[in-house]
């Protein structure tokens, strides 16, 4: 699972740097992953609706103006990929995240907004609020979710 998750990271490096650019290499691993996790229908389904929760929420603080993309009246297509990317790898998290509510919590408090946090200093989002505000609203939003 290391090799997946540092595969991952490298995924979302991609994406967040070169954005649309990166979309088929990123399917590509999203492809290879599946394959090799044996991914169920239903796992598959599940990644639909992590997806479609995520990318609604970042749609909402978007139109809002919370998040701001370049040239984008919602979010661009390849934070969707990296939503679909991370919610097939989320689905094969260790039994101890998945099991472990304090860790449910906990978790997404801290690295939701140091991976949007991270994007907007390689300037692939902008802040409508000011820093603090904004990490605060996220560090709320991602762990009800």
């Known amino acids: 699972m290391l090799i997946h998750f540092i595969l991952f990271n490298l ?3 991609g994406l967040v740097i070169y954005g ?3 979309i088929v290499s990123a399917l590509l691993w999203l492809g290879i ?3 090799h996790k044996k991914l169920t229908r239903y796992e598959l389904y599940l990644a639909a609706v992590i997806t479609f929760l995520g990318v609604s929420i970042d749609n909402i603080l978007t139109v809002l103006g919370i998040f701001r993309f370049p040239d984008e009246t919602f979010i661009p297509y390849w934070l969707i990929v990296l939503w679909l990317c991370f919610s ?3 689905l094969r998290a260790p039994q101890q995240l998945k099991t472990n ?3 449910q919590i906990v978790l ?9 946090f991270a994007g907007f200093q390689l300037s692939a989002v902008k802040f409508g609020w000011d820093l603090l505000p904004t990490m605060l609203l996220l560090s709320i939003i991602w762990p009800l979710f």
Request: charged fraction near 10%; charge should be neutral; proline fraction near 8%.
């Open 108 to 116: 997404p408090m801290i690295f939701a907004p140091l991976s949007y």
């Open 101 to 103: 509510r304090w860790l």
């Open 11 to 13: 995924v979302w490096l």
């Open 33 to 35: 992953f599946a394959w």
């Open 88 to 90: 097939c790898i989320l």
């Open 20 to 22: 649309n650019d990166a």
